[in-house]
């Protein structure tokens, strides 16, 4: 079965620091894009970072790009996510997914997603 299974959100004070994981299985994770998008209550899906099969490179969103960082450990088939520096605008349900690479529309799997509220 092809799972994705996010974990690492909560509660944090603004410039605090999380640390989201992306846990694959089912599949060939180093053959797939991952990226990470975010949304919050009443807001527009958005993605945050992607890192590429192809070259190896990651993506960040300008919203992100300086505070968050994507890695990836294909030993142990799990994506991560650092976030530092949060703020409260970065509060929103935290997900990812995987693709055939970060321009791809179609979704081959992606998570339930995990709770990340920042407060004021």
């Known amino acids: 079965e092809v799972q994705l299974v996010e974990s690492g959100g909560g509660l944090v004070q603004a410039g605090g620091s999380l640390r989201l994981s992306c846990a694959a299985s089912?599949?060939?994770?180093?053959?797939?894009?991952i990226g990470w998008f975010r949304q919050a209550p009443g807001k527009e899906r958005e993605e945050v970072s992607c890192?590429?099969?192809?070259?190896?490179?990651?993506w960040y969103a300008d919203s992100v790009k300086g505070r968050f960082t994507m890695s990836s450990d294909n030993a142990k088939n799990t994506a991560y996510l650092q976030l530092n520096s949060l703020k409260p605008e970065d509060t929103a349900v935290y997900y990812c997914?995987?693709?055939?690479?970060?321009?791809?529309?179609?979704?081959?799997?992606r998570g339930q997603g995990t709770q990340v509220t920042v407060s004021s």
């Open positions: 890192i590429s099969r192809r070259d190896g490179r990651t």
């Open positions: 089912g599949f060939r994770f180093a053959d797939y894009a």
């Open positions: 997914a995987s693709r055939t690479t970060c321009n791809s529309s179609w979704i081959h799997s």
